[in-house]
Nanobody, 122 residues
Framework: QVQLVESGGGSVQAGGSLRLSCAVS????????MGWFRQAPGKEREGVAS????????FYDDSVKGRFTISKDNAKNTLYLQMNSLKPEDTAMYYC???????????????WGQGTQVTVSS
């Protein structure tokens, strides 16, 4: 059974940093498409960043471009999201997702984790 387990969330002040991790089991991230999404209360789930396995290309939402970095460690089968210069509007539950199809930032990935909460105070 495919499992995605996020960790690394927490509470930080604006301007701070967090590094999210997504440990994946029963699924090889080396050859599959991965993404990070977030959902704030009362809002729809939105794409933050994604990575394509073929050439390792990445894609970011404009709201996080230059501040967040998606990466992966194929040996550890783990996806990361480095978040710098955090803003209060980044507050949300963050989810990682996986699929053989590259949905970029569209939340149609087949596999999802349970999420990790990120709270940024001003």
């Amino acid at each position: 059974q495919v499992q995605l387990v996020e960790s690394g969330g927490g509470s930080v002040q604006a301007g701070g940093s967090l590094r999210l991790s997504c440990a994946v089991s029963e699924y090889t991230i080396f050859s599959n498409c991965m993404g990070w999404f977030r959902q704030a209360p009362g809002k729809e789930r939105e794409g933050v960043a994604s990575i394509y396995p073929g050439d390792g290309s990445t894609f970011y939402d404009d709201s996080v471009k230059g501040r967040f970095t998606i990466s992966k460690d194929n040996a550890k089968n783990t996806l990361y999201l480095q978040m710098n210069s955090l803003k209060p509007e980044d507050t949300a539950m963050y989810y990682c997702a996986a699929d053989q199809v590259y949905w970029v930032l569209v939340p149609r990935y087949n596999y999802w984790g349970q999420g990790t909460q990120v709270t940024v105070s001003s």
